[in-house]
């Protein structure tokens, strides 16, 4: 199915900045058109990441917390009071016909087309359309070890995440020993940063040097609350309702071992969710969306902006996504009118 109207912005992702993109699109009546994305796997659905964190509490306007699906959900239904719409299966809905909210049967993006203007976007259902400007904003998603009672705790609260500062100054962690799984310098950050709550933090990385910079390497070898452990693997996660240890294996013996915990934070990475775009655009060795300018959401292509996680290494917070989906609307209304193209 192919829609014959040029679309003034179609957004792709449904994050934070991708509703916050609509959310501004919308007010400056472009009527954005947004690919949501599908629930492919547990970890990956329309919403983003936030759709795996329980409590909330460092985003603006929610004094007493609120849960990362509540809060998207509060974020999809104020884009779409403004006249956002959305491409589901049975084609594209608005608000009024969407009863299911967010947990509504989206589209992903198959294919981005940016050889020829206007861009052609085609859905993974056969849905077609074509538009003068796209802003990607499909984010990024932590790397997992893998484990069944791993993901299991990571979706129900139970102790287990992928990102310390968005969730380790929970109560549930306080003066609790955590445990913060990989070698780089985010698992320094990490682990330094759940000092601050912890009675103990274990770095747990699989070998016996840390792939951190020299100065994030000294800082958590000379902090007295952080304690490597050399050459471990996690093997398996331990727990009902919520973590109560880790199973480590030595990767040099193969000797296992039980360590108590009362939390487990993955810094094993993020991966990109750039693969749709086939090399169109510039992207870094890690697979993020290069921003010529980085105070602005311009990318190598013009016309093509983006937003948030996939396009951010540094942050990966949602106040900071939602501030790059602002400026990714404002770019792309004034680059429309630039053109005479809206």
Excluded at 238 to 260: F, H, M, N, R, Y
Aim: hydrophobic share 40%; with cysteine.
């Amino acid at each position: 199915m192919t829609d014959q109207k040029t679309e003034n912005v179609v957004i792709i992702g449904s994050g934070p900045a991708g509703w916050t993109a609509a959310i501004y699109a919308a007010r400056a009546n472009l009527s954005p058109l947004v690919f949501p994305g599908r629930a492919v796997s547990k970890d990956l659905v329309p919403g983003g990441q936030l759709m795996l964190t329980t409590d909330v509490e460092n985003y603006p306007g929610y004094p007493d917390a609120v849960t990362g699906p509540d809060m998207m959900q509060d974020m999809f239904k104020q884009a779409m009071r403004f006249g956002t719409r959305v491409v589901t299966d049975d084609g594209v809905k608005t608000g009024d016909d969407l009863a299911g909210g967010l947990f509504s049967i989206f589209q992903n993006v198959e294919s981005l087309d940016t050889s020829a203007r206007p861009f052609r976007i085609k859905g993974d259902n056969g849905f077609e359309v074509t538009a003068n400007a796209v802003i990607i904003a499909t984010g990024a998603k932590a790397n997992w070890l893998g484990l069944e009672n791993e993901q299991r705790l990571a979706q129900t609260g139970g102790g287990v995440s992928a990102c310390a500062v968005c969730d380790g100054a929970l109560p549930m962690f306080r003066d609790k020993d955590m445990a913060v799984v990989g070698g780089g310098d985010s698992a320094v950050e990490e682990a330094t940063y759940l000092t601050k709550f912890a009675s103990k933090v274990y770095l747990i990385h699989r070998r016996d040097e840390l792939r951190a910079s020299k100065i994030m390497a000294d800082r958590a070898k000379n902090d007295p609350k952080i304690e490597i452990l050399w050459n471990k693997t996690v093997s398996d996660v331990i727990g009902d309702d919520v973590i109560t240890a880790v199973k480590l294996t030595d990767t040099q013996t193969g000797e296992e071992s039980d360590l108590p915990v009362g939390g487990l934070f993955m810094a094993i990475g993020h991966t990109p969710i750039t693969q749709f775009l086939n090399g169109q655009l510039e992207l870094d060795e890690s697979g993020y969306i290069v921003l010529p300018d980085p105070g602005r959401s311009y990318t190598s292509v013009d016309g093509v902006f983006a937003a948030g996680d996939v396009a951010d290494h540094t942050y990966r917070q949602a106040v900071t996504a939602a501030g790059m989906g602002c400026k990714a609307a404002i770019d792309a209304e004034r680059w429309l009118a630039e053109k005479g193209l809206a």
